[in-house]
Nanobody, 126 residues
Framework: QVQLVESGGGLVQAGASLRLSCAAS????????MGWIRRPPGKEREVVAS????????WYSDSVEGRFTITRDNAENMVYLQMNSLKPEDTAVYYC???????????????????WGQGTQVIVSS
């Protein structure tokens, strides 16, 4: 049974940094694309970052490119999202997500992520 548990959210001021963590269990992470998806208040969900099987390829949305970094540690079954230069528009619930793929294509549309965690709240004040 796939389980994803996020942690690391909180309330910060604009310009600050946060590091989100995702603990994965119940599956072999090495064949799964891992990603972070967010839902801002009153807005649609958005895939912000994803990472390939061994971390060799990554994808970022335009809104976070250059500020966020996704990494993974398959030995520890962990995925991270380092968020720097946070802006008020980054305020959202952030979800860790995963999908099993036979190819290491990391750009996965929002509707194709079958497994999600419970989410962690990030609030960025101006």
């Amino acid at each position: 049974q796939v389980q994803l548990v996020e942690s690391g959210g909180g309330l910060v001021q604009a310009g600050a940094s946060l590091r989100l963590s995702c603990a994965a269990s119940g599956f072999m992470v090495s064949r799964y694309i891992m990603g972070w998806i967010r839902r801002p208040p009153g807005k649609e969900r958005e895939v912000v970052a994803s990472i390939g099987w061994i971390g060799d390829s990554t994808w970022y949305s335009d809104s976070v490119e250059g500020r966020f970094t996704i990494t993974r540690d398959n030995a520890e079954n962990m995925v991270y999202l380092q968020m720097n230069s946070l802006k008020p528009e980054d305020t959202a619930v952030y979800y860790c997500a995963t999908v099993r793929r036979d190819s290491n294509v990391v750009a996965v549309p929002i509707e194709q992520w079958p497994f999600w965690g419970q989410g962690t709240q990030v609030i960025v004040s101006s």
